[in-house]
């Protein structure tokens, strides 16, 4: 035990003068502290987003009960009090746009994911869903190509840097100082010696680590106490990550070769594990399983609209209310229920055509799942952004509280809608209470 706290003493010292290591963890430091505000930054600005649209729904719904109690005796008034109550509407005349926000996890902050990439917030009325909320690509490319620079970041792409820069050198040091000889001259084992100082240098990347993240939650505002939980598995994430470029470096400086390729080797295998290796999957799973761009979904949902638009009312009709036989009137002429008929169709139609690109892109990741070993960058970064609850997964699953809620929407205006009945004051009161607005 004296021997290895004489190991650790002498390198602790050795570590102290060293100007490049300061340097290092000064940068690395820095970098984690802008990826944590950088994080902060953009969860701020999605939250002031949702925020400002909540505020103007609420503003919204508040003129409409205003409107709904407006002097219909006054020509001016009658438009805004017939909008009010009417539950029908077209383009600029529609009733009312609802707005349903994704708010950010807690851990958002810290590993970005992909909510730059999604809405924060859809903004839809009671017609088609699905042409108002896939309106354009789900991929920013320069953000695909740049990535976030977050502490998930600092995390998963600096960190293997540190590590390569405190490892390259345990061995070639020695021998290219002149003290190897010495060294193996000791009655303690060279290797013992060098695994004692690798340990140290690596204990050192772990409180950087650690302190990385106590700062995030400190600076973010998350609780401990409540995510406490999380805080460790974060942790115990990076710990194992670290750990793992650890035996990397380690095996480079078991094949004692000089400073200089030793270096050369832990950027190369930090380039293949962190850049290339993710790539070469990424092709490789495109070529065996071609994905449909999001922008083909898109144009075939709306071909199908425009095919609704030029079909015959009573096409439209023979269609939906075989599927909604309470919605039934015998009414084939009126242009608002057709109007609602179509969109109700092509949500289905649009709702099959994402069903099918949905399984698609979940062969692809299951095919990318078992290889995803051999890129541990995107696979620490995919758990991290999954604990953050910033991933694909958690994003579909808004979309699910996105249709869920529209349907009970539709649930609540479809029954005038197709009775030819208006709200009243009551109606859109209890309609407000359900929105909890």
């Not at 409540?226 to 460790?232: D, I, R, W």
């Not at 009573?314 to 939906?320: I, L, N, R, T, Y």
């Not at 290889?371 to 995919?382: G, S």
């Not at 479809?414 to 009551?426: G, H, L, S, T, V």
């Amino acid at each position: 035990m004296k021997k290895l706290l004489h190991i650790f003493q002498f390198e602790w010292m050795a570590l102290r003068r060293s100007n490049t290591l300061k340097i290092l963890l000064l940068v690395t430091l820095g970098a984690g502290i802008y990826g944590i505000y950088f994080g902060k930054f953009e969860i701020d600005k999605q939250n002031t987003r949702i925020t400002h649209v909540q505020q103007h729904e609420i503003q919204q719904f508040d003129s409409l009960l205003h409107w709904a109690t407006l002097d219909t005796t006054l020509v001016r008034n009658k438009e805004k009090f017939e909008r009010a109550l009417s539950p029908v509407g077209v383009g600029w005349n529609k009733h009312f746009t609802y707005y349903l926000a994704n708010d950010p996890s807690p851990l958002a902050g810290l590993c970005l994911g992909q909510r730059d990439l999604f809405p924060s917030y859809y903004g839809f009325d009671v017609s088609s869903l699905h042409k108002q909320i896939y309106v354009g690509e789900l991929a920013n490319p320069m953000k695909l190509l740049t990535g976030n620079f977050d502490l998930s970041y600092v995390y998963v792409f600096l960190l293997p840097l540190l590590i390569v820069a405190l490892f390259y050198n345990l061995y070639a040091a020695e021998k290219e100082g002149g003290t190897l000889l010495l060294l193996q001259s000791q009655p303690v084992p060279l290797f013992f010696t060098l695994a004692s100082r690798g340990f140290l240098r690596f204990a050192v990347v772990i409180v950087l680590a650690t302190l990385l993240l106590i700062l995030a939650f400190l600076l973010q505002g998350i609780s401990f106490t409540s995510h406490m939980g999380l805080f460790m598995q974060w942790l115990l994430l990076i710990y194992g990550y670290c750990f793992l470029w650890a035996l990397i470096m380690a095996g480079i400086v078991w094949l004692r070769k000089s400073a200089a390729l030793s270096a050369m080797m832990g950027l190369g295998v930090w380039l293949i594990l962190t850049l290339i290796t993710p790539a070469m999957l990424n092709l490789f799973v495109l070529a065996d399983q071609p994905l449909p761009k999001r922008s083909e979904v898109i144009h075939s949902i709306r071909a199908l609209n425009d095919r609704n638009w030029k079909s015959p009312k009573s096409f439209v009709f023979d269609q939906f209310y075989p599927e909604h036989p309470q919605y039934k009137q015998g009414d084939t002429t009126d242009f608002h229920k057709w109007y609602y008929a179509s969109f109700t169709l092509l949500d289905n139609q649009a709702k099959t055509l994402n069903e099918q690109f949905e399984e698609q892109v979940v062969a692809s990741n299951k095919l990318l799942n078992q290889w995803q070993w051999l890129a541990p960058a995107a696979a620490v970064h995919e758990r991290l952004s999954s604990m953050a609850q910033t991933d694909r997964n958690s994003h579909l699953a808004f979309l699910q509280k996105v249709e869920s809620f529209h349907q009970g929407l539709k649930d609540v205006y479809y029954p005038r809608i197709f009775a030819n009945e208006a709200f009243d004051y009551d109606d859109l009161q209890e309609l407000r209470s359900r929105l909890n607005l």
